[in-house]
């Protein structure tokens, strides 16, 4: 069974730092475009970085650009989301996505194309 499972999630305080994991079972993330996306209360779900199956191409959502970085360490078949200098403005529900490199080589921050997703961990950034 294919799946990605988040964590690294929590409670942390203006200013703190987290770093999510997202680590797959019954595949290998080495061949897959990966996507973080968030959700917050009401809002809708949106991209928030994503990096190719090389590791070669990244990108971030204009309000995470300078304090998240993405990254993958594939014999450990995980990709990260490290985050740092948090707002309270970041506090949502986050997950990552999976979706190979033939059907998406480029990286891309819209729900399509993915097509294996986690169930996502709780971030809140609150004093």
């Known amino acids: 069974q294919l799946q990605l499972v988040e964590s690294g999630g929590g409670l942390v305080q203006p200013g703190g730092s987290l770093r999510l994991s997202c680590a797959a079972s019954g595949f290998t993330l080495y061949y897959y475009t990966i996507g973080w996306f968030r959700q917050a209360p009401g809002k809708e779900r949106e991209g928030v970085s994503c990096?190719?199956?090389?590791?070669?191409?990244?990108n971030f959502a204009d309000s995470v650009k300078g304090r998240f970085t993405i990254s993958r360490d594939n014999a450990k078949n995980t990709v990260y989301l490290q985050m740092i200098s948090l707002k309270p403005e970041d506090t949502a529900v986050y997950y990552c996505?999976?979706?190979?490199?033939?059907?998406?080589?480029?990286?891309?921050?819209?729900?399509?194309?993915?097509?294996?997703w986690g169930q996502g961990t709780q971030v809140t950034v609150s004093s």
């Open positions: 996505a999976a979706v190979h490199k033939t059907i998406s080589a480029v990286c891309r921050m819209t729900e399509v194309p993915y097509n294996y």
């Open positions: 990096i190719s199956s090389s590791g070669r191409s990244t």
